[in-house]
């Protein structure tokens, strides 16, 4: 199993004043730990699992550009860029400079988004949930378009492209990895099994049905099911001097026996960067050598 950092809350005691700082610090102990990857959610306003919305939220894709800078081998991404926030043609230029810039590191993390409040608040249209995913598929095709450097004219119900045209072109090949968010079995795992490097499901427990569904989504698509890596999040809480860490090694060994095979998490004062040293001397060496479901019983 591999671990990626997922950070979500930025309002750390220090303030506003050293959250550059401090966000360095994080991302260089996190590659350093032997997280594969950094992510943040891409939203404007914070979400009401964390707490308020006037809670301090960075710009995603500034957020990973900042994090490329900081870092040289950690994938950077998001979890994940609603598809109404930007139009498909832009962020695929986007996460093509991201991936340029970065060396080769980034990813796109998708869905169909949620979060009226904050669009309605910074005046960004919000269709009904049935539009935005006809939305996504369209933005799907266009990403796998641009990045495979096909400029013909893309004519869709809700986008026209008439030149997508991608330069410079990735250094990601094919592409930038595709993770689709969402656990919805009739619309987005399909998506998943149609456009997608890897899926991203709530750590439910529901999670193996939920696997089970995307193989009737691959065979129905002619996909072959294991070339989807699935990928979930976990909010870990390892405590002052890791009190928690056998309680979370159980979690990632609950994820590792369903099937998953890459848990992005959240974790608990990690501003601190000691969460992360007990992560990198007590969690992520355990749970490297711990990646099939037969041996996943023995990670706690």
């Known amino acids: 199993m591999r671990l990626g950092l997922a950070v979500a809350n930025f309002t750390w005691p220090d303030g506003t004043p050293r959250l550059g700082a401090q966000l360095r610090d994080v991302v260089r102990t996190a590659e350093q730990a032997g997280f594969v990857s950094f992510s943040v959610m891409d939203h404007f306003f914070q979400i009401r699992l964390v707490g308020p919305p006037e809670m301090d939220m960075l710009e995603s894709y500034t957020t990973l550009a900042f994090a490329a800078g ?158 989807i890596e699935k990928t979930s999040m976990l909010e870990l809480d390892l405590g002052p001097n890791g009190e928690g860490v056998d309680e979370a090694l159980r979690s990632l060994g609950w994820l590792a026996s369903v099937g998953i095979t890459t848990v992005y998490v959240g974790i608990k004062d990690v501003h601190t960067l000691r969460p992360l040293e007990i992560m990198a001397e007590r969690v992520i060496p355990v749970v490297a050598t711990r990646s099939t479901p037969a041996a996943a019983a023995s990670i706690a």
């Open 70 to 227: 900081c870092t040289e081998r950690i994938t950077l991404g998001t979890l994940v860029t609603g598809v109404h926030y930007r139009h498909p043609g832009l962020l695929v230029k986007t996460v093509t400079t991201l991936d340029v810039l970065s060396g080769g590191r980034a990813w796109l993390g998708i869905g169909a988004g949620w979060n009226e409040a904050e669009s309605r608040g910074l005046g960004v249209p919000f269709p009904s949930t049935s539009e935005r995913f006809e939305r996504l598929d369209e933005t799907l095709q266009i990403c796998h378009q641009m990045w495979r450097g096909d400029e013909t004219p893309f004519v869709g119900t809700h986008y026209h492209l008439e030149r997508p045209l991608n330069v410079p072109q990735s250094l990601s090949r094919p592409q930038p990895r595709i993770v689709v968010g969402g656990s919805g079995e009739r619309k987005t795992l399909r998506l998943v099994a149609r456009y997608a490097d890897a899926c991203n499901l709530f750590p439910t427990p529901d999670i193996g049905h939920k696997l089970d569904v995307l193989r009737e989504h691959c065979a129905a698509e002619g996909r072959d099911f294991d070339t």
